[in-house]
């Protein structure tokens, strides 16, 4: 997927600030953060949205999961509190389309985020 930017940050053609990456997985912060710990956690492997999550590719989204508690573990935030947040589709406001879960933290967020 030449044109999606996080496929080329997961090939290393686009620069970030890595925090975590395994065979399938890849943690890296959010060049624009909305909190003092802002982090995408993407797939490898190009999956566009929720949309497409089915049962022959949703081994990786149970791995993000599993790996996350560590992920905010390194980030300073396991016992503070963050959250977990993933936009699907328009009225989402989703701007890259490949899946990512972004984790938030670092101070208390309200809800409805402003
Ligand atoms: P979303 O609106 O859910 O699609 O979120 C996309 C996120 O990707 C936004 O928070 C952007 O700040 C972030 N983003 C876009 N380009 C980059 C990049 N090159 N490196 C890190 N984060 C990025
Ligand atoms: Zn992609």
Redesign the pocket.
């Given at each position: 997927m030449d044109d999606c930017?996080?496929c080329?940050?997961v090939d290393k053609q686009?620069?970030?600030?890595i925090v975590y990456e395994d065979d399938s997985i890849l943690a890296?912060?959010?060049?624009?953060?909305?909190a003092p710990v802002?982090v995408?956690v993407i797939p490898k492997q190009h999956i566009p949205s929720i949309n497409e999550v089915t049962q022959e590719n949703s081994q990786v989204i149970a791995h993000i999961f599993a790996t996350m508690p560590k992920i905010a573990q390194q980030l300073g935030i396991k016992d503070s509190g963050y959250r977990v947040?993933?936009?699907c589709g328009k009225d989402?406001?989703?701007?890259?389309?490949h899946l990512?879960y972004?984790v938030l933290g670092g101070r208390s967020l309200t809800w409805p985020p402003g």
């Open positions: 930017i996080f080329r940050i686009i620069p970030s600030r890296f912060h959010d060049i624009d953060p909305k802002h995408l947040v993933v936009n989402a406001g989703q701007a890259v389309n990512h972004h």
